[in-house]
C-alpha cells in the first residue's frame, strides 16, 4: 500500500518552461489536493478536488492548473513556470472526514 | 473556517509530555480540531482530531476545552523524533469544499535530550 505517489521528487526548470507534477493514491479516496510550501512558511492551498470530475481554486491558484484524470490521479501544470514558483510542492488525498495523506512532495527550482 | 493561534515555538526535554495549546475561539458547532506535524521536508503526518469529547490514540491525547475555544495536543513521552512543527487545524466534517485544510504556521517543538 504505497498511499501518495508524487513525481517527479526533484525538478529544475528554466523560467518559462512547462511541467506537469505527477500525484496518485491508492486508497479509493475521493479528495485531492495539491499544496505549496515556500521555505520557512506553512503549507498553501493551491487547488482541490472533492471527486472524480471536479476541481476549484484554492488560496494561491494563480500561475497553475490541475487536472483530475480519474479517482486516482491529480496533476498540476505549471504552463509558463516563474522563479516565483519555487517551492515544495505536496500532494494530499482524503476521505470525508478523515484525516489527510499527504505524499513526500515535489522540490521544484525555477531559475 | 475559524482561526487558530499557536506559540511560535516550544521545548520540551526528551521523555517527558509535551503539550502544545491552541486557541480557536471562534470555532463554529460542526468544525473539528485536527492536528498534523510535518517533520523536517517531510509531508505532514495526520495525527489526531476530535469535535468536543477527549480522545486518544497511539501518537497522542488531545484535550478540548468545555466551551471548545482551546485545546492542547499532548505527547506523553516525547523523543528526539517528536521535534516538528506542530499544525492546529479546525475544519467541519466532509472532503473537497467543506473538508479543505487551511494551514497556519504551527507550533515548533524541539525536544531535547
Known amino acids: 500500500n504505497a498511499g501518495v505517489t508524487q513525481t517527479p521528487k526533484f525538478q529544475v526548470l528554466k523560467t518559462g518552461q512547462s511541467m506537469t507534477l505527477q500525484c496518485a493514491q491508492d486508497?479509493?479516496?475521493?479528495?485531492m489536493y495539491w499544496y505549496r510550501q515556500d521555505p520557512g512558511m506553512g503549507l498553501r492551498l493551491i487547488y482541490y478536488s472533492a471527486s472524480e470530475g471536479t476541481t476549484d481554486k484554492g488560496e494561491v491558484p494563480n500561475g497553475y492548473n490541475v487536472s483530475r484524470l480519474n479517482k486516482r490521479e491529480f496533476s498540476l501544470r505549471l504552463e509558463s513556470a516563474a522563479p516565483s514558483q519555487t517551492s515544495v510542492y505536496f500532494c494530499a488525498s482524503s476521505r470525508d472526514n478523515y484525516g489527510y495523506t499527504f505524499g513526500s512532495g515535489t522540490r521544484l527550482t525555477v531559475v | 473556517d475559524a482561526k487558530t493561534t499557536q506559540p511560535p515555538s516550544m521545548d520540551c526535554a526528551e521523555g517527558r509530555a509535551a503539550n502544545l495549546p491552541c486557541n480557536h475561539s471562534t470555532i463554529s458547532g460542526n468544525e473539528y480540531v485536527y492536528w498534523y506535524r510535518q517533520i523536517h521536508s517531510q509531508g505532514p503526518q495526520y495525527i489526531i482530531h476530535?469535535?468536543?469529547n477527549n480522545e486518544t490514540n497511539e501518537m497522542a491525547s488531545l484535550i478540548i476545552t468545555e466551551d471548545r475555544k482551546s485545546s492542547t495536543l499532548i505527547l506523553p513521552h516525547a523523543t528526539l523524533r517528536d521535534t516538528a512543527v506542530y499544525y492546529c487545524i479546525v475544519r467541519p466534517l466532509g472532503s473537497g469544499n467543506t473538508g479543505k485544510l487551511i494551514f497556519g504556521q504551527g507550533t515548533t517543538l524541539q525536544v531535547k535530550p
Open positions: 486508497m479509493n479516496h475521493n479528495s
Open positions: 476530535g469535535l468536543k
